[in-house]
């Protein structure tokens, strides 16, 4: 993941890929890179798995957000709320 915007106090942003994990998509956030902000906004979604925050993508989201195992995504806590949106670096062939 990599830091975008934002200090852990206030506004966290990240972006990096998403990977397949136990047959599932998911986005794994390492806990020091904001992971720890994040996670009590992901409840329900997301889980604490070793070092990581892990966040299943559900199948549904994934058509919405026209991504798949590779795509970039950003997740950030901007609004108070845990937000993923697709990279626009997905669009530039970057990834």
Do not use: Y
Not at 57 to 76: F, H, M
Request: aromatic letters at 4%; a negative charge; hydrophobic letters at 50%.
């Amino acid at each position: 993941m990599k830091r975008l915007i934002g200090s852990m106090a206030e506004v966290v942003s990240l972006e990096g890929p998403v990977e397949v994990v136990d047959d599932e998509l998911a986005i794994l956030i390492p806990l020091d890179a904001g992971g720890d902000v994040l996670a009590p906004l992901a409840k329900g979604i997301g889980d604490v798995d070793g070092e990581f925050l892990k966040v299943v993508i559900q199948p549904w989201l994934a058509e919405n957000l026209r991504i798949a195992a590779g795509s970039l995504v950003i997740v950030d806590n901007a609004n108070g709320k845990f937000t993923i949106t697709r990279s626009p670096a997905n669009d530039e062939g970057i990834h």
